[in-house]
Structure formats: C-alpha cells, structure tokens
C-alpha cells in the first residue's frame, strides 16, 4: 500500500455523501449511495461497467444534478453543484480516462488550455514565464522531461502527469482530485511513476479518489476501497482487510465470470493470416504467420510499434509489405481489408470504434446494413432490433435496450457492441487492440471468452495489448516487439508477465 497518511475516523473528512440518488428515465443508476474522502487519503472506488461509478463521479463534477434528497458535505459545509464551474470553484479536480490534451502542442501550450496565459506589456504573452512554471509545476509532482516538446512525443505517464498538473492549477483551491482510470493506456512500467506522483499530490494533504479496474493498483495505493454494484454501496473497507477475490466477489456478486472456452493444443496447421515484410512509420520488416483457430498475442512496450501494427494489418495506417488472409492479398485500405475477411476492434473506441451519438441498434448493424434491407433498399428497423436484442442477450448489454444512445452506455458495454458488430460478420481475422481497456472485471472475462469462441470457430484472432497479464491468460503464443520489430516468440507454456517483461525489456532473448 502507499505511503500510509493519517485515516482514523476522528478525522473530519474533506468530503461527505449522504444518501445520493439519480435517476434516469428507466434507470436508477445511483441508488442512496454514501461515500467519504479523508484529506490526503487515496480512496479507491470500484464496480463493474454500469455500477454507477461515472454518475457518481458526474454529479460531483457538476455534470449530473442528483435526486432530492441526498446531501454533499465539502470540508463540513453542505454545498450544491450546480455546474462544472461550480464545482471546480468548490474544489474538485479531475483527469479522465481522456486526458483531453492536444498532441501536438507542448506542454507549456496544454496547460493554458482553459487556464490561458500570463501576459505583459500589450498583452503578450510571457514566455520565459510560462515555460519556467509549467517546469515547477511538472517537477512538483517528480516528472522531469522538456516541457516544449510536443506532447504527442512523450511517454504515457508523462502526458498522465501533464493532465494532473493541470487539473491542479492553483493547489491552494483544490481539495479533491478525482483520478478516473489513470493507467487504462499505460504500460506497466511506467504506473510506479503515476503512484510516485499521486503520492505528492496527498501529501499536500488533498483527498484522492481513485477509480480504476485493475485491481493490482487498488491494493498497491489505495487506503480504503468503495465497492458499488447496481447502483447501491455494498460496502467500504480497509485494503489492508481485504484481498482480490473478496474484492472481486463484492463486485459482481452471485454473477459468474464467463468461463474460458479451452480449445485443440495440437499445433496450428492451417495458416489464416499471412504477413510478410510489414513496414510503418515505426514496424519495421515484421513478418509473421497465424492459424485457424489460434489466439495469437502481440506484446511489446509504448513505443515498440505494438501500437500500430493492427491498424497497419487492417489498412488504417499507410504501409508497404504483404498482408494475405487465406492465401489472397489483402489490399492496404480497411474497406477491401473487411472484404477481404478481416475485422478491426480498435483501441479507441469511442473515437474510431463507434458513433457514438448512434444508437446501439445502428452501431450494430452498420458495417452489414443488406443483411435487412428489402425492396428499394428499405431498412427494417424491426429485423435489426430483433438480431441486436440476441446479441445484448448473449453479452449481457446494460442497459438491454437496443435504442440506448451508444454514448450513454458503460465502457465495458460500448466494447462489447463494438466487437459484437464485427463477429456478426464472421470474419476470418478479428484484430483486437487493447480490447479490455477500461472494463470491469465481468466484463473483461467475457471479451476473452469470445475471443476464445471465434478461434474455437475457426477464426485466427490477434490481440495486441499491454496488459501483460491478458496476453498470458487469453493467448496461444505471444510474439514480443521492440523496436518495431519481433525480438521473441514466448509459447503458451512458457507465457507469465514476468517472462513479457524480460523479453520487453531486453533482460532476456527467446527465439524469434
């Protein structure tokens, strides 16, 4: 656990909240929730997809106004927030799971995003100034890098610690930072350095709450844990009285994981997906062959090229060298790549995955729209919500309403519509990049168990994650890159994180 900070329950806390309901029209998304935040204080909170974290989270930011009723307690005064801006003149700081950073300004630039600039004589903009105070601030919370790069250069913890530091302009007014799941894109190891600077944040004496689903991170730095489920606080504990699988069983109940579905460990024989001589901007002359059937992990570090070698398979990214699914050329445009049997899942999937202002139904069935078209190209609507409602029955959507806007569904139910549209289609390849980014736990055993389902139906299905611990628990082998290219070929056998690591890192070599 962290560092430990004074948390007996004499202490006052910073935040207090009594009874908090919202509702929804058909939803009760937070149900007289009660929760409390102690002044340097890390707080996890945790729950599956749709537990009502974010509404939670949403009414304290000023976006969501709560049910009658319930009360908010900041530094022992009642207070109502109106509005995002009064939440922030009360106090709250947050940095999503979307950084909201512009890549290609530095950080200098990011951080007058809705601060602005200081400014001299006629109103220009001080500089020197400018650049010497996004340094302290950024060492303040024990970065140390060139704050007039582009932030697009940087490593992913970097730009996590640009966005807290922005959050935290003006320390003197803050008093909670709310940090919503801050490693969800980060490669493990660069998450010591986000603890390192969250750490300086209590130690400022501010009350952390800390939302994410990897479990690991909630014992590693949290003092106390929250556990929501269905909307209603099941309970809230000490991390040092609970371990994982209580924390686990808190969260989903009397639900069960989905089970893994084990397939033939006879050695692939029939080659699917064909790559030869692959290059990008950062891939460099990667060649690789995978089979009906398989499950094949792509591990490697930010910055290895595993970030970009899907989008290079699918055509969404410029590239030279041969993709061939099934023996015939897959031409390097994402149109001819689903023609030609191949299907994407890609990490973003609000920005690239999905429309979000759509509904579920339409996201659905938008890369088939034939399959219910009639005369004169007529959509029935009925035939579409009729095959979306067996696919919500299968993933266990929430909300299961085939008419839900897309955006207002949980992250781990946006990514099961997502990779249900693309298996309807039974495609030959499913590309998955960091598919149980940002998903509860439920939610991530049931992306494996279809990814698992595909294979054993025949499909070859590539995933390419950072999450170590994915690849060994889903995957049939692991190819490992840095560099851009292939540097290891780690068996199902011989697959643990700690091997990923070696390999990774250049601490070991395993044949390639």
Excluded at 39 to 66: C, D, F, R
Excluded at 384 to 403: F, G, H, N, Q, S
Aim: glycine share 10%; aromatic share 4%; charged share 25%.
């Amino acid at each position: 656990m962290a560092d430990a900070q004074p948390t007996q329950g004499s202490i006052e806390p910073v935040l207090d909240i009594q009874n908090l309901s919202k509702t929804f029209p058909g939803t009760l998304a937070l149900d007289s929730a009660d929760f409390d935040l102690r002044p340097g204080e890390v707080h996890a909170l945790v729950g599956q997809n749709g537990s009502g974290k974010s509404t939670m989270i949403k009414v304290l930011a000023g976006y969501h106004h709560p049910d009658p009723g319930g009360t908010i307690t900041l530094g022992g005064e009642e207070v109502t927030i109106h509005d995002p801006a009064a939440s922030r003149e009360l106090g709250f700081r947050f940095v999503h799971q979307d950084l909201g950073l512009v890549s290609t300004l530095d950080t200098v630039e990011n951080l007058a995003l809705g601060e602005g600039y200081a400014t001299g004589f006629g109103g220009r903009i001080r500089w020197r100034a400018a650049r010497r105070d996004a340094r302290e601030r950024i060492r303040a919370l024990g970065y140390d890098f060139e704050v007039r790069r582009p932030v697009g250069q940087l490593g992913a913890a970097e730009r996590t610690g640009i966005a807290i530091a922005r959050a935290l302009h003006n320390w003197e007014q803050a008093r909670v930072l709310v940090v919503d799941e801050p490693t969800a894109s980060l490669p493990s190891n660069e998450v010591s350095v986000l603890f390192e600077a969250i750490a300086r944040v209590r130690a400022k004496g501010l009350g952390v709450i800390y939302i994410s689903h990897h479990l690991d991170e909630v014992f590693a730095i949290a003092d106390r844990v929250t556990v929501l489920r269905d909307g209603r606080v099941v309970g809230t504990h000490a991390t040092t009285d609970l371990d994982e699988d209580r924390l686990v069983a808190m969260m989903c109940g009397d639900v069960q994981l989905s089970p893994r579905i084990d397939r033939d460990t006879s050695i692939p024989s029939t080659p699917v997906l064909e790559v030869r001589s692959l290059c990008g901007t950062v891939v460099d002359d990667v060649s690789f062959t995978a089979y009906s059937g398989e499950v094949l992990g792509i591990a490697g570090l930010t910055g290895s090229g595993r970030e970009q070698i899907l989008r290079l398979l699918f055509g969404a990214l410029p590239r030279s060298g041969e993709v061939l699914v099934d023996g015939k050329a897959a031409p390097p445009h994402p149109t001819k790549s689903v023609a030609a049997g191949i299907a994407l899942v890609p990490a973003d999937r609000t920005g690239s995955g999905s429309i979000v202002d759509l509904t579920v139904r339409e996201n659905f069935t938008l890369p088939d729209l034939k399959r219910h078209s009639g005369i004169g190209a007529h959509l029935s609507k009925a035939e579409e919500r009729a095959e979306t409602r067996e696919w919500i029955k299968e993933l266990d959507v929430r909300p299961p309403r085939p008419e839900a806007v897309f955006d207002s569904l949980s992250g781990g139910n946006q990514q099961k519509v997502v990779l249900a549209k693309w298996l309807r289609m039974k495609p030959r390849v499913v590309l998955l990049d960091e598919p149980t980014q940002g998903v509860d736990v439920q939610a991530k055993a049931t992306i494996h168990a279809l990814a698992r389902k595909a294979a054993a139906e025949g499909a070859t299905v590539v995933i390419a994650s950072s999450d170590d611990a994915e690849i060994c628990d889903t995957c049939d082998r692991a190819l490992i890159m840095r560099d851009g290219r292939f540097v290891g070929q780690i068996e199902r056998d011989d697959l643990s994180p700690e091997t990923i690591s070696s390999v990774q890192t250049g601490a070991a070599a395993i044949r390639a």
